[in-house]
């Protein structure tokens, strides 16, 4: 009989999921990019659609791994449109696609992870689906030279695992990730294709601008200037997306009757200084900008008075986890 103890452990693991498996609606259509971008990407799609042509009637599958030609990397700042073009290299070739969030798929266990990555790439391999790895920099890291720590050992395993994958995978894999630099070397030879998402350019910024609205149902007043919008703020495409809700939502709430509204230009000025002033509080760090000449000493010594000031409420925690832990084996035991 399975220890119960156990079982309700791994009822709380399995609750968590590892992979969303997406229906792809959207297309290269629904995205501005840069012209380069776009180019790399149409590349991309010309290496899987053309890949039995290349790899077998070509011959060069008896000289080439076939699943190096199927990974690709996106790499760029957040909201340059990686995951949407992702979704769209999948619609485009009619496959679903598999999201795979490394913190989701890390386990508590020792050595469980390393099976979850290959679970996902057998599941892959069953619905025939396009595999994407958000955030890879956390899964595909650099592999540590130092071994000393079990959670060392078990990230080194992981990259193994996921390295000996890609070479018998002949599926699409997506890696994609703001730090590309953090990705183990190894990884660089095994993606065919590396397609860097950059900013958009005050034309690409006026585009998406403009395709955020309906064509005909989004009211917009006269005085709406999107080039002059794409001119003053120098910003991705998932921060206009969310200025625009902004704007659309301060719009709405403004008294009068409903058919009497209309998104102004100040909305959209207002909704975008919202968007940039919430990034700036995530950049927030423990040292005011003041504190940035502090010597190294120093900032050791402040992080240490924080780590002491702190250290009371961590022992009771654990001391309370362990009083919880002991009552649940008590009560399960009889």
Known sequence: MANPLLRVFSGLTASRRTVDTVIPRRTFDDVVLPPATRRALDQALVHVTSHDLIFNRWGLGERHPTGFALAFNFAGPPGTGKTICAEALANALGRR????????????WMGETPKNVSAVFRLAREEHAVLLFDEADAIAARRSSSVEHGFLREANTVVNVLLKELETFNGV???????????????????STHVLFEM???????????????PTLTPLASDVNFRELAEQFEV???????????????AAGEP???????????????GIRDVIAAKRVMRQSLFKPGDTDLAGDDRAQAVSSLLLGAWPA?????????????????????
């Open 314 to 334: 961590l022992v009771i925690g654990i001391v309370a986890l362990l009083v919880a832990v002991a009552a649940l084996i008590v009560a399960l035991v009889r």
């Open 200 to 214: 958009p350019g005050v034309h690409e910024r006026e585009q998406i601008w403009r395709v955020q609205m309906h």
């Open 256 to 270: 009068g009757r409903d058919t009497s509204k209309a998104i102004h230009q100040r909305h959209f000025q207002d």
């Open 173 to 191: 894999v997506i890696f994609a990730t703001n730090l590309a630099a953090n990705f183990d070397p190894a990884f660089e030879r095994r993606m």
């Open 97 to 108: 696609l598999l999201v795979v969030r490394y913190a989701e798929m890390e386990s508590l």
């Open 236 to 250: 991705t495409g998932g921060d206009i997306r969310n200025a625009v809700l902004k704007a659309a939502t301060a």
